[in-house]
């Protein structure tokens, strides 16, 4: 790996060129990854790219009038100094916040080689070029902005943050609330015959530990294994499969942390406030994200809680 100082100008130019090549690329690939669900925001990073390729367009006419034909392939990874970026535009589907946090970072980055490239620079017509494209790149978020005003209208905008929360919805709302379903209501069943059973508020809280725990796991495998997101458009698997997994033990942990309280009878009373509250947070979160009538997400969740309430309450008394 080379450090920046030890290039030439030729090496320079060289290197400048593949960045830009790089960065025209990025933004056509957040183009692309953007224009299904945020069609306006992809006409802003399409806007980008072909300011990106003019200026790879100039880089390369000056560097075959001083130095010939052939340009030395010198990449970013190949020089020191500069950031490893995380690889966002291969993500399906992109997320709107983290690509334009990823362009303001690229652009920040290639003024920043500009402005250093531009100071080691003795031929003259080099260095008007760089300090050029220093501030053209400064002048980047003026045009984003620009291009905002004239392709984000307020229309486009609602439209896009309507998509924003069909993906918010789609990958964290839904595993979370399949996992936190799960581990509220499935652990009810071993926690409260396990309580009932043997009185023991120890035993109870053991049982439920494990049952939550082991549930969260189950669970968190099962959301990351059932499908890539590639096709449903739902996200990583394991960023889903985390989601649900934490929500499904913590769903089991609210009700089986007051059994660590001493008395029996208040541990009891305080796990069961806990288990309503629980399923009154379930009935809720599917009313304002999946769109269900109050009275049957509450008649829905209330129902299926009440049943395995029963169920571990009767296995436990016998």
């Not at 920046?4 to 690329?25: K, M, T």
């Not at 056509?28 to 806007?47: M, V």
């Not at 071993?190 to 009185?199: D, G, I, L, Y």
């Not at 449903?232 to 499969?241: E, K, L, N």
Request: hydrophobic share 45%; net charge negative.
């Amino acid at each position: 790996m080379r450090s920046f100082d030890s290039l030439d100008e030729r090496e320079i130019l060289a290197l400048a060129i593949s960045l830009e090549e790089e960065d025209e690329r990025i933004y056509a690939d957040f183009a692309e990854g953007l224009r299904e669900n945020f069609a306006a925001s992809a006409a802003i990073f399409e806007g980008m790219r072909q300011e990106e390729a003019g200026h790879r367009r100039r880089l390369i006419e000056l560097y075959r009038e001083k130095f010939g034909d052939h340009i030395p392939l010198i990449r970013r990874q190949d020089v020191r100094g500069f950031v490893n970026r995380r690889p966002v535009w291969l993500v399906r589907p992109l997320g709107l916040e983290t690509v334009r946090n990823q362009a303001e970072a690229m652009e920040v980055e290639t003024r920043q080689f500009y402005l250093r490239a531009a100071a080691r620079s003795r031929d003259a017509r080099v260095r008007q070029l760089l300090d050029d494209l220093a501030e053209e790149e400064r002048s980047h978020e003026h045009r984003a902005e620009e291009l905002e005003r004239t392709e984000l209208t307020a229309e486009t905008r609602h439209t896009e943050e309507e998509a924003r929360r069909r993906l918010f919805v789609l990958q964290i709302v839904q595993p979370g609330l399949a996992g936190l379903m799960d581990g509220s209501v499935s652990t009810l069943a071993p926690v409260f015959a396990a309580a009932f059973a043997t009185k023991s508020t120890h035993d109870a809280f053991a049982v439920g530990l494990a049952a939550s725990i082991g549930a969260g796991i189950s669970m968190g495998f099962a959301e990351a294994l059932s499908d890539d997101g590639s096709l449903t458009g739902r996200g990583h698997p394991w960023m889903r499969g985390l989601v649900c997994g934490l929500m499904t033990a913590l769903g089991g942990i609210g009700h089986t942390l007051p059994f660590l309280i001493p008395s029996f009878n208040v541990a009891l009373m305080a796990a069961i406030v806990v288990v309503v509250a629980e399923l009154a947070t379930i009935s809720w979160v599917r009313h304002r994200y999946m769109e269900t009538p109050v009275f049957s997400a509450t008649v829905q969740v209330a129902f299926g809680g009440a049943l395995v309430f029963a169920a571990g309450v009767l296995i436990g008394s016998s």
